[in-house]
């Protein structure tokens, strides 16, 4: 039992973190919550789905394609909504909440309410014992791991990463000494956007495809921004871990039925507790 | 003088007018069915199209009740209680319908039963199964007689797959220990209490653990792992919503252990490209006609209109209540006819009671689309069914269509159906892994 909460812990925190980190970064640079950001996940599994098991696309062709549309959304969202209103937090949380409700319809018309199993990235199980694990998952594990590594020497050893945390430090600041907060804004959504295309194919090859999918993904992206706090990737890092093992220890030894409550019962004790979080901070 | 060319002129004029101007459209002019349910779900659609199949073929026969055309209207419940009542309310009061067909989920009707008792509309139901609902109309006739539900009642569904357990599960299989994952939904529990009291005593089978998830489950890994460390000899599963997950992990993690149960995802012909070819060795219970059921000719000739209609459009092949809606229209206006209308009420009742389309095939019965009538008792369950499908869960299957066949999917993306033997046309299996 020990070793199946241990194995499945781990990689459902993996999971998480990778939907998760996309979101904090938004709230970090533009600090806005981006309520569309389920629609990039839902994107990706959309595009990958296309290009992978529609259109016979090769694995790695199919999957630069979903991050494309990531970029691309992310960059549309920015530029049609969030730039124009973005002296107004609340303006940008509804109208990105509403482009989420829109872009579910829109996936409605095209494809269809019924939910669609994809292939797996990976294909194979592998057993630990009595424990069986898809090799789907690994990798999205994996790949978790590397995006993370690659996103916090990304913010502290380039240039861009330096101008992104000097934004997300001091707007105003950054702007005199020379960065444009805009350029750095797009470069954010279309990273987030890229992020959340990224997590949205392991999301959707691990579990389905279907117009409603943003919205566990957006919970969950909250869920450890709360936890984690507001800002940091390392924070974000271990909350993702803490509900990933939460989780599956609720389910494993108590009652699978009563995983989520757990999660919402965290965040509740967290907010009253610690409302800054456990790692909060104002930067990335 | 003056006065009598004045009075000519109106006469001449109204009656111009009267030959010339269109008739007035009034509701008399037509009978209005209203459906209510989903328009976006594959069950949904099942039941609009099998209604609108059977509005074209009595329209195109000369209409109804005196050369009538029929009119369809139709109200969105979106699978939601609160939305469905709202429909059910829209049918009555905006557009006074004389009658509606419904494709709505358990909780659904559950929903706007109440509000059918109040306005006093003759409605039939060609989806929802719920055993409760067929209770209430045998404890409150009076209340509740204008519904009819033309899908066998959940208990009568498990009491079939009983047999099936006995027959197959428990003697071919030689199956003896069970894990039950089921969803946290009404219905699921209801059917777990069904399990648990009927099937497991009668069929000898064991439950070693019984397991509930959430409904938004993302990951089935530890849930299925949790029900290997029990080495049941199989998982019965039991999900009537979101089931491509379980079912699609199920298979992309290569449970050790064989599965079968209610899984609604693959009641319909695109679970195959829905679960992206992984649905090789799933069974389901399922009510008939479903997938892999051999159609009798009155039921392969709708099935051809509806793909002459319909064409691509999913869902390509219908749910089992696309045939009971158009079946159930043709019960409820052959029995308007006789009545005189839809109302008086208890005219109608008396009438549709007494409806009986049976249909044989190869000169046995085959379907048959019939109610139980008040007082009657189902032998095998010593029980009344009012309003229900009269229904046969005793072989040789002679006096109704069985409650349900089990369908099996094949890892080459065809259907068959395994159980009860008089329909069967395939043999149950495991999956490849398994063998």
Known sequence: ?284 | MLRNILAGLAVAMVAIWSLSAPPPASAADTVKVGYIGSFDTDTGKSTIRGTEIAIEELNAAGGVLGGRMIELVKADTREDVAEGIRAYEYLNEVENVDFIISGSIDDVSLGWLERMAEYRTPTLDTWTSFIGIIDKVVEDYDKYKMYFMNVACDFALAMLYVDFGKDVLAKDMGWKTVVVMQEDTAFAGGVYELIEQVLAPEANIKILEHIVYDINTVDFAPIYNKAAASKPDFIYLISSVRSQVPASQYVKLEVPVPMTGINVAALGKEFWTDSGGLGGGISTLSPIPSLGFELDERSADFYARYQAKYGDARPIFPHFNGFNAYYGMLNAFAAAERAGGFAPLDKWVEEMENEDIVIEKDGEMWLRYAFWKPGEIEPRTNREYTHNIKFDIQPPYDQGAPSMVVIQWYSDGSTSVVYPPKYANGKFEVPDWLK
């Open chain 1, 1 to 284: 039992m020990a070793i199946q909460i241990l194995i499945h812990g781990f990689l459902l925190s993996g999971l998480y973190a990778l939907i998760a980190i996309g979101f904090t970064m938004i709230f970090s640079v533009g600090r806005v919550l981006n309520l569309a950001y389920g629609v990039y996940i839902m994107l990706g599994g959309y595009t990958y789905f296309m290009a992978a098991q529609e259109a016979g696309l090769p694995v790695f062709v199919s999957f630069i394609l979903a991050l494309l549309s990531g970029v691309a959304f992310g960059l549309l969202t920015y530029e049609l909504l969030v730039r124009r209103l973005e002296n107004n937090p609340v303006a940008v949380e509804i109208s990105t909440l509403i482009l989420a409700v829109v872009m579910q319809a829109a996936i409605i018309l095209i494809f269809s309410p019924s939910p669609k199993s994809m292939w797996p990235v990976l294909r194979g199980v592998l057993r630990f014992e009595e424990v069986s694990v898809t090799a789907n998952i690994l990798l999205a594990t994996g790949v978790s791991w590397v995006v993370l590594a690659l996103l916090m020497l990304f913010v502290r050893r380039t240039h861009l990463g330096r101008a992104i945390r000097a934004v997300s430090m001091d707007r105003r600041g950054a702007l005199i000494s020379g960065i444009d907060p805009r350029n750095i804004s797009r470069v954010t959504w279309g990273l987030s956007g890229a992020l959340g295309a990224i997590a949205g194919v392991f999301f959707a090859t691990i579990t389905q495809l279907d117009p409603h999918m943003w919205v566990f993904p957006l919970i969950t992206a909250v869920a450890v921004v709360i936890v984690g706090g507001i800002g940091s990737i390392l924070g974000g890092l271990i909350a993702a871990h803490i509900i990933g093992f939460l989780e599956t220890i609720t389910t494993t030894l108590i009652a699978p039925e009563l995983r989520g409550v757990v999660t919402m019962a965290l965040i509740i004790v967290v907010l009253v507790v610690m409302p800054k979080g456990l790692f909060g901070k104002e930067e990335l």
